[in-house]
């Protein structure tokens, strides 16, 4: 069973980045969309960006012209988010999820925190 396996989460102060990655297990082919979600305690995961097969992005409101999703096709890399100009407010586990066509895989998620 492939899995999505994400790093990069860590802690730093408000005004910081962060990358995060996105990596399989095994090869996942046919991939439709790729996203980052992120859940914050007390609240419902979110959609944080997307990318389509064709790179069509999209952002929450809140994070957009600071976090930017990219794919990679190199080896088992799946992607990254880029996250700029981090705010306490981005504090949450953050998941990286592929969609094919029939499945979808999902990672155990990453810690960021941001510290004011």
């Known amino acids: 069973q492939v899995q999505l396996v994400e790093s990069g989460g860590g802690l730093v102060q408000a005004g910081g980045s962060l990358r995060l990655s996105c990596t399989a297990t095994?090869?996942?082919?046919?991939?439709?969309?790729m996203a980052w979600y992120r859940q914050a305690p007390g609240k419902q995961r979110e959609l944080v960006a997307s990318?389509?097969?064709?790179?069509?992005?999209?952002y929450a409101d809140s994070v957009k012209g600071r976090f930017t999703i990219s794919r990679d096709n190199a080896k088992n890399t799946l992607g990254y988010l880029q996250m700029n100009d981090l705010k306490p407010e981005d504090t949450a586990v953050y998941y990286c999820?592929?969609?094919?066509?029939?499945?979808?895989?999902w990672g155990q998620g990453t810690q960021v925190t941001v510290s004011s």
């Open positions: 999820t592929v969609a094919t066509i029939p499945d979808r895989y």
């Open positions: 095994g090869r996942i082919s046919n991939i439709l969309i």
């Open positions: 990318i389509s097969s064709s790179s069509r992005t999209n």
